[in-house]
């Protein structure tokens, strides 16, 4: 039953033959998790909340920075240094008290995400980086639950909904493993258009409906792909792989994986054991230490001239990433065992410059893990 405010606030809904009031009872009864509040999270939650989804959960363990605004809706200036959860339940009971928001201020890894994602019916991701999209993919399809996918690059995004179990393929059958660490930039580096997000987070929340509703056709077995410079949608057709370590017919993944190490490159002891290569790094503390100590090696900044110009460090050297191989030569007349010290600003191009560097045959290379970022709040 819906209450008199209730029925005024979804008026428009009951005048729609494929909602009405059964539907909108079905919204009501319905739970979605949103898997991260950021630049997708945040027109996903506004809508479904708007809808009338009884119950949306938030896995989000971040705090609200200042150049989260230019694209993430959820959370305004006031929020800046909250929690993003906090600041996305505190704006989702203002658009829709009726809705319960449930907070998981966590890391959605291999040891939670079943537990959390059993406890809704269709998730959503929202994830910016591959480890936490194959989870949410993997634990979606061993809990047989939607997977409602978008990812944005720049100006241009994907839309898929991922569900074996309705007879489409799995974001693996796609994609069997993730790509290297570093070998795809991340938005922060690549950058992306602010609306771009609030397109396709709609796009995600209007799936999450119709699915609950049962009504229209999901994009299962269809990748759509938006091209923002260009006002057009191309669709491809994507098919469940026989072979998919997933869900094809022997499956090698049978439990959720954390790919946080997974990701980085390993080496080969001489017993022939696999383990994880730990890459030459330093944090920002150490970096303040050798800088105040009068450091005798090279920092070197790899971001863009327009990072650059809003803040940096003024002792370190400015070298784009793509304009390091033009400065090899000078490197080298300092001396390949010179201290070299790689900046950028969250520690992802530094760990692809400082690799390039060593294969280069640079011997005492470290990347500032955390980067500008980090340095930022060290030293504000």
Known sequence: MFSLEEQARYARHFSLEQVGIAGQEKLKQASVLCIGAGGLGSPSC??????????????DPDT???????????????????????????????INPHVKVEQHNVRFSATNAMD??????????GTDNFPTRYL???????????NIYASIFRFEGQLSVFAP????????????????????????????????????????????????LEC?????????????????????????????PLCGSNPSITEPIDYQQSCS??????NNENIMEQPNEINVEQLKDKLDQAF??????????????????????????????????????????????????????SARVMDYLADQGFTNVYNVIGGMDAWSKLTP
């Open 265 to 270: 490159k390993t080496q080969t002891k001489s």
């Open 296 to 349: 005798d090696g090279l920092l070197i900044d790899v971001r863009e001239s327009w990072e650059h110009n809003v803040s940096h460090i003024d002792s370190a050297k400015h070298i784009p990433m793509g304009e390091i191989p033009e400065f090899v030569p000078e490197l080298n007349n300092m001396g390949t065992g010179q201290e070299l010290l790689i900046i950028c600003k969250s520690g992802g191009r």
């Open 116 to 125: 959390i994602a059993s406890q809704y019916d269709v998730i959503i991701d």
């Open 46 to 59: 506004l809508y479904l909340a708007a809808a009338g989804i009884g119950r949306i959960g938030i896995v």
């Open 64 to 94: 609200v920075e200042l150049s989260n605004l230019q694209r993430q809706i959820l959370h305004s200036q006031s929020s800046i240094g909250q929690s993003k959860l906090k600041s996305g339940a505190s704006r989702i009971q203002e």
């Open 165 to 212: 179990h309705l007879g489409g393929p799995c974001y693996r059958c796609m994609l069997p493993e993730p790509p290297d660490a570093g070998s795809v930039p991340s938005c922060a580096e690549a950058g992306v258009l602010g609306v771009l997000p609030g397109i396709m987070g709609s796009l995600q929340a209007m799936e999450a409906i119709k699915i609950i």
């Open 136 to 146: 949410s993919n993997d634990v979606a399809y061993l809990l047989k639950k939607p």
């Open 216 to 244: 229209g056709s999901p994009p299962l077995g269809r990748l759509i792909h938006y091209d923002a410079l260009s006002t057009s949608f191309r669709e491809f057709n994507l098919r469940s792989d026989p072979e998919c």
